[in-house]
């Protein structure tokens, strides 16, 4: 996905430069090379682990309104966290720690259980951050190849033309171009995944400070 509108985001200018035809999405993909083959595997992994990341958020059920909902219940004091409304992982992680006896079993318990889960929403994380620095250097660097190209055909040629010169730097572009645009999303993805985590370790810490302050673990 992030690899087509790469595409669609690039073929008008390059269509704008071809003098004759179209500059279809197949020709755009040739004039990188092998480079674009990598860009294409970056791609498809770094839109696949996206889509993981916000199927686990979703099917965890980490939001504001949960929150909101096991603030009421403690200050309700449904220990038991039981009903419709008490799904989703933070719920999961209270009605485990709450079965402690102690405030020191239920700390230890509740932390336990906080960074298995964290575990589990950040897990690709790294490889999504390392695909959104590692693309546009791979970009760069088919520029760089696709740069000695040309100018090895420029040296090799007996008349140097405006088209030639600009038409082999222009080609050599086109991977950084490719690159930049998987690198861009992925990076702003992984930061608001990293950001959404946060969020759900403050708020959880928030919680657990609730319930030692309301005494619903007895000493």
Known sequence: MIFLFSFLLLSYPFKAWAAKGSTGLLTLFRYGGIWMWILLVLSVMALTFIIEKFASFYISKINSKE?????????????????KDHKGCAFHILRQSLRSKTKEEFEKNFERAVSIQVNHLGRGLNLLATIGNVAPLLGFLGTVAGMITAFGNIAAADEVSARLVAGGIYTALTTT??????????????NYFVHRIDNFVADMEKVADTILDKNLIKA
């Open 177 to 190: 171009a490719f690159g930049l645009v998987i690198a861009i999303p992925s990076i702003a993805l992984y």
């Open 67 to 83: 929150f909101q909902n096991i603030h009421k219940a403690l200050d309700s004091k449904d220990v038991a966290l039981d009903g």
